[in-house]
């Protein structure tokens, strides 16, 4: 295998434990959580481990400014902008939505790590700007540094492969594993991590946001590039790749009764908080999927907590919570 520049700052092994109040009160298979909520770097979340490799490539590149973009609550542009802060970086996050004079949570938090924000009023402008940003950054004698949305590279999603790698040394038998896909990362290094290290269960992406044609074609491709990684191309196929697409109609961001239901049932039996935008709707999805009894009640699921938490403190959410 090749050596993969990386650094190491993620909170690794994260812990993989039981829900057994959740197990008995849904009455369906076990039900096990992997605690990527807990990979360390301003609260946690799934883009710990895709920055540890793409912070690498950007020291690598002789860069000295992070540029990236994503939703007003962007989960990863407050992790990007963390990481920006503790590896000497500037950065710059451009944002869909309108600024709030008051901002809470990842945007509050975005400032606090000294982040430049630059908001989109429309997200169909989004790509344009930040690429103008880039170039005027270039233009400027930076050497900028564009973390894609997401992470989600194959350089990011190297974090997830070996996080797949990371699961198997934990030896617990699970025929599923269930978790929020978006822009992809995190599932195509699943599924590449799967294939090459050896995974037997099954890996199901619930889709936030994406139609499921749309997404297997995105995470396949994703997948097949970051292979190359590791030394050798495999071809990933959108047959490959498994998700659900039913829990996304509501549209990105959009907080629903499910997802409510999920955050409560996880928080008043577990004490386990998950987050309103992706964790929220990927635990609504596999609660549904255990009430029409698609897993078999012999079965383990190992729900793949991805972060996100501090998006429960935005205004935008907290409101709706109760
Ligand atoms: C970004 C994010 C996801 C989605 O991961 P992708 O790799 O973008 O598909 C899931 N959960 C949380 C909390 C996130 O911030």
């Given at each position: 295998?090749?050596n993969i520049p990386r650094l190491n700052f993620a909170?690794?092994?994260?812990?993989?434990?039981?829900?057994?109040?959740?197990?008995?009160?849904?009455?369906?298979?076990?039900?096990?959580?992997?605690?990527?909520?807990?990979?360390?770097?301003?609260?946690?979340?799934?883009?710990?481990r895709k920055l540890e490799f793409l912070i690498a490539e950007?020291q690598e590149?002789?860069?000295?400014?992070?540029?990236?973009?994503?939703?007003?609550?962007?989960?990863?542009?407050?992790?990007?902008?963390?990481?920006?802060?503790?590896?000497?970086?500037?950065?710059?996050?451009?944002?869909?939505?309108?600024?709030?004079?008051?901002?809470?949570?990842?945007?509050?938090?975005?400032?606090?790590?000294?982040?430049?924000?630059?908001?989109?009023?429309?997200?169909?402008?989004?790509?344009?700007?930040?690429?103008?940003?880039?170039?005027?950054?270039?233009?400027?004698?930076?050497?900028?540094?564009?973390?894609?949305?997401?992470?989600?590279?194959?350089t990011?999603?190297m974090g997830?492969?070996f996080?797949?790698?990371?699961?198997?040394?934990?030896?617990?038998?699970?025929?599923?594993?269930?978790?929020?896909?978006?822009?992809?990362?995190?599932?195509?290094?699943?599924?590449?991590?799967?294939?090459?290290?050896?995974?037997?269960?099954?890996?199901?992406?619930?889709?936030?946001?994406?139609?499921?044609?749309?997404?297997?074609?995105?995470?396949?491709?994703?997948?097949?590039?970051?292979?190359?990684k590791?030394?050798?191309?495999?071809?990933?196929?959108?047959?490959?790749?498994?998700?659900?697409?039913?829990?996304?109609?509501?549209?990105?961001?959009?907080?629903?009764?499910?997802?409510?239901?999920?955050?409560?049932?996880?928080?008043?039996?577990?004490?386990?908080?998950?987050?309103?935008?992706?964790?929220?709707?990927?635990?609504?999805?596999?609660?549904?999927?255990?009430?029409?009894?698609?897993?078999?009640?012999?079965?383990?699921?190992?729900?793949?907590?991805?972060?996100?938490?501090?998006?429960?403190?935005?205004?935008?959410?907290?409101?709706?919570?109760?």
């Open positions: 295998m090749k909170h690794l092994p994260t812990h993989v434990e039981e829900l057994p109040r959740l197990t008995t009160l849904l009455n369906g298979p076990r039900i096990l959580v992997k605690r990527d909520d807990q990979t360390g770097l301003a609260f946690g979340g799934n883009k710990t950007a590149q002789g860069a000295d400014l992070l540029i990236s973009g994503g939703a007003l609550q962007s989960n990863h542009c407050r992790q990007t902008a963390a990481a920006a802060a503790r590896y000497g970086f500037d950065c710059t996050l451009v944002l869909t939505g309108d600024a709030p004079s008051q901002p809470s949570a990842n945007l509050l938090l975005d400032q606090m790590f000294g982040a430049e924000i630059v908001t989109v009023a429309d997200r169909k402008d989004r790509d344009r700007i930040l690429q103008k940003t880039f170039d005027n950054a270039l233009k400027a004698d930076r050497k900028p540094y564009l973390v894609p949305y997401g992470g989600s590279s194959p990011g999603a997830y492969a996080a797949m790698q990371e699961f198997i040394n934990q030896h617990f038998k699970v025929d599923w594993i269930v978790f929020g896909t978006s822009s992809g990362g995190t599932h195509a290094g699943l599924v590449l991590g799967q294939r090459v290290f050896g995974f037997k269960g099954k890996v199901l992406g619930i889709s936030i946001d994406e139609p499921e044609a749309q997404l297997k074609a995105h995470v396949s491709a994703l997948a097949s590039q970051a292979s190359e590791l030394g050798e191309r495999i071809n990933f196929t959108p047959d490959d790749v498994l998700a659900n697409e039913e829990y996304c109609q509501a549209g990105y961001g959009v907080f629903g009764e499910g997802e409510r239901e999920a955050i409560k049932l996880f928080a008043s039996n577990e004490g386990l908080l998950l987050d309103p935008v992706y964790t929220g709707r990927a635990a609504a999805g596999m609660i549904d999927l255990i009430r029409k009894g698609f897993f078999k009640k012999n079965e383990t699921v190992l729900f793949w907590h991805t972060g996100g938490q501090p998006a429960l403190f935005a205004d935008k959410y907290s409101q709706d919570l109760l």
